[in-house]
């Protein structure tokens, strides 16, 4: 917590909240993890870059009034009056052990490496409970019908939260099969950038190793202030 | 000169396997329905139907896969990819057989359809019972053999196939296409194609579906006496509309072969390949690359390949 | 074979459960041997379906160890030629429902042979799945 936010605090409105089934009062307008953190929670695991790109606090909430069970980022979910929440943040997974250039990028890899797949109800309810909206179903339903493209596609966004494959009346890891397309995609059907290659000859040949160094010998500060201060507009991805 | 023909655009449900292991039936299919005059728009999102329907009665989780397909449907009158079309073709008797009884099912009961329809909050539709599942031999039928007929450029003259029904196609009877214990649309489509339909008895026989995954040399006993009897009765070739019959009948061959060494290969055919090969359409739709017992010595013997072209289908 | 067998309150009940399950009345079966006559998977099979019919009017809980209903390949023969109108085929469907919803699967996914797995299309894994495993 920065001395701003502990400044505010006193002022910020309280709200009620559930954390395992016990009562807690935060501040509105917390995410779920500063609401745990202030509730006196220390969080080791469960929580990782807390800007919604690493799965690592997938959380599972219920609100007043509203039977539907919700899945949400914990860094990126902001509390609600009423709410009743568990973190979620691993979900045991079965995964296919492979050597991706001993596959082929054919439908057959999936009846091979993940038969179980072929359970799948369409029932939806993964697409319910994502957090990052994507159409679960339908990318395990590409994977279904062989066609890694797509499968690759709608799961681009996927960040391997787990949430899905814990709801799932199939018992399917659809996370899993999401990476198997994506890599296979990646490595054999998507058009080679390029950029890509140039900018791995750049690595290999030391271009950037004195940049790395001067960060690496910055003190934890100057690291912090540079990484904010960094011109996001001029990052090229 | 061929008939001018009006298009019709009418949705079309694929199914998973006629995207992968049998595009080839896909393929065929798809031009053979064109060249009648048939556009078939596939829904631009769709997912398996389960491919055997749920026979319990509580059982309204394994209904879902179905209605979300119908609900494509509706989604596509609301976009105009179709207009006012409510008809929803299959190929696969799978899929057909599934579609039409989740179908009825959701029709008579408004209290399944509602669960349903709740369970589904994402969509933005709900299901009241509109569509209308159509098997494509159903659509062929109904505009008349004289007109399939009338399109056929190289008549399968002396081409002895055996309709193979198998189940999905005709059980149960208020689902099935035909008459389920004398059906003959699979005899009159041959028949239009110039084809000389064979008939034996194990036609309406089960080649054992699904079990062919546990029990594989149970599959290759029962395809072995289908197949069999067919050849003793004269047939050159078998036709299916099931490509889970198709797998059976067909690549169960090498199985039976290993069983049964006296066995001589019989191609299997999807009923659109035929279609397409009598229809005189371009040699790379007749898929006739993804078959195990290969049928393009008999249809070069019959004279409907060029010999001049390669082989190989699309 | 013939076996004495006196009925109590929970073969009532088994046989209750099934019908309302497969939603058909076993009681109605009178026995004739249509279906068995009629099934394709017969000779798999450790008894007839007429004689899982007869089980199953009885309350005999004992059917769910037979292999019958597995080896059940949900043609609808049995179904469009029962002289009664009984659907076999949903009373089958049911005794698999018992045994899948406490968990018992039939089939070991994990027991298929990948080779076997490349070959098979999505079709056979799909249905093989829905039908045995829960």
């Known amino acids: 917590m920065n001395e701003l936010e502990k400044d505010m605090l006193p002022q910020a409105v309280m709200i009620t909240i559930y954390v395992l089934s016990r009562q807690y009062h935060v501040p509105a307008g917390s995410t779920i993890l500063t609401a745990l953190e202030y509730a006196g929670f220390k969080l080791k695991k469960g929580v990782g870059c807390r800007e919604g790109f690493c799965g690592a606090c997938a959380s599972l909430y219920r609100l007043q009034g509203d039977y539907k069970l919700h899945g949400g980022l914990g860094c990126a979910t902001v509390v609600q ?65 062989g066609d890694l493209e797509q499968a690759a596609d709608l799961s681009f966004d996927c960040i391997q939260c787990g949430l899905c494959s814990a709801r799932c009346p199939a018992e399917i890891t659809q996370f899993n099969v999401a990476l198997l397309a994506r890599r296979l995609v990646g490595k054999y059907l998507a058009k080679k950038g390029k950029y890509v290659e140039d900018r791995i000859k750049e690595v290999e040949a030391s271009k950037f190793t004195a940049g790395y160094q001067e960060l690496q010998d910055l003190s934890p500060e100057d690291l912090k202030k540079r990484y904010f201060e960094r011109e996001l507009n001029n990052l090229i991805y | 000169m061929l008939p001018q023909v009006v298009m019709i655009q009418i949705p079309y449900y694929p199914g998973c396997t006629l995207k992968n ?19 078939l728009v596939e829904l631009p999102r769709w997912n398996c139907c389960g491919a055997v329907f749920s026979l319990s009665s509580d059982d309204l989780m394994r209904h879902i896969a179905p209605t979300n397909i119908f609900l494509r449907v509706q989604e596509m ?54 569509v209308e599942i159509v098997h494509l ?35 149960p009877k208020d689902v ?17 194609l110039g084809a000389e339909p064979v008939d034996f008895p194990l036609k ?106 390669p082989l190989e289908g699309g | 074979m013939v076996r004495k067998i006196k009925l109590q309150a929970k073969n009532r009940e088994f046989t209750r459960k099934i019908s309302e399950l497969s939603g058909e009345v076993a009681m109605l079966c009178e026995q004739c041997g249509t279906c068995a ?97 829960g």
């Open chain 2, 21 to 39: 292991k049998a595009s080839n039936f896909e393929t065929s299919a798809l031009a053979a329905a064109r060249a009648l005059g048939l556009e």
């Open chain 2, 137 to 171: 031999l159903e659509l062929l039928r109904s505009m008349g053999w004289d007109k399939i007929q009338e399109r056929v450029q190289k008549p399968l003259t002396g081409l002895k196939v055996a309709p193979y029904y198998g189940c999905m196609l005709l059980r």
């Open chain 2, 176 to 192: 099935g296409i035909d008459d389920p214990e004398r059906p003959t649309i699979l005899e009159e489509l041959l028949r239009s």
């Open chain 1, 81 to 145: 009056p009423e709410m009743q929440i568990v973190q979620l943040p691993y979900t045991p997974a079965p995964k296919a052990i492979y050597h991706l250039e001993e596959l082929e990028p054919v439908p057959e890899v999936f009846t091979q490496l993940y038969p179980e797949l072929y359970r799948c109800l369409s029932c939806n309810t993964c697409t319910k409970i994502c957090p990052q909206d994507l159409q679960v179903m339908d990318y395990i339903q590409a994977a279904v019908r």
């Open chain 2, 204 to 309: 309406l026989r089960c080649c054992g579906s699904y079990q062919t995954v546990p029990n594989k040399d149970l599959v290759a006993d029962l395809a072995y006496d289908i197949l069999s009897r067919a050849q003793k009765a004269g047939a050159e070739a078998i036709t299916t509309s099931c490509p889970l019959c198709a797998f059976n009948l067909d690549f169960r061959q090498k199985e039976i072969q290993q069983k049964y060494p006296m066995f001589l290969p019989i191609p299997v055919f999807y009923f659109s390949q035929l279609m397409a090969i009598a229809f005189g359409l371009p040699q790379e739709v007749f898929g006739l690359a993804g078959h195990y017992a290969n049928p393009k010595t008999l249809l070069a013997t019959k004279g409907y390949l060029q010999a001049t072209s």
């Open chain 3, 37 to 133: 006559g009629s099934c394709p998977m017969l000779a798999e099979m450790d008894i007839t379906p007429s004689q899982m019919m007869r089980l199953v009017q009885l309350g005999q809980e004992a059917v769910l160890e037979n292999k019958t209903f597995w080896v059940c390949a949900s043609c609808y023969t049995c179904t469009v030629r029962c002289p009664r109108g009984i659907d076999p085929a949903k009373i089958a469907e049911a005794l698999r429902q018992v045994k899948l919803r406490q968990a018992i699967d039939y089939i070991r996914i994990d027991e298929i042979e990948p080779e076997e797995a490349k070959k098979l299309p999505a079709i056979a894994l799909v249905a093989a799945f829905r039908k045995m495993t």
């Open chain 2, 77 to 130: 009158n609301r976009d105009h990819l179709v207009e006012d079309e409510y008809r929803l073709v299959t190929f696969c008797a799978m899929c057909f057989n599934v579609l039409r009884r989740t179908n009825q099912r959701l029709r008579e009961s408004l209290e399944d359809r509602n669960k349903i329809n709740d369970f589904s909050y994402l969509e933005t539709e709900t299901y009241q019972g509109r």
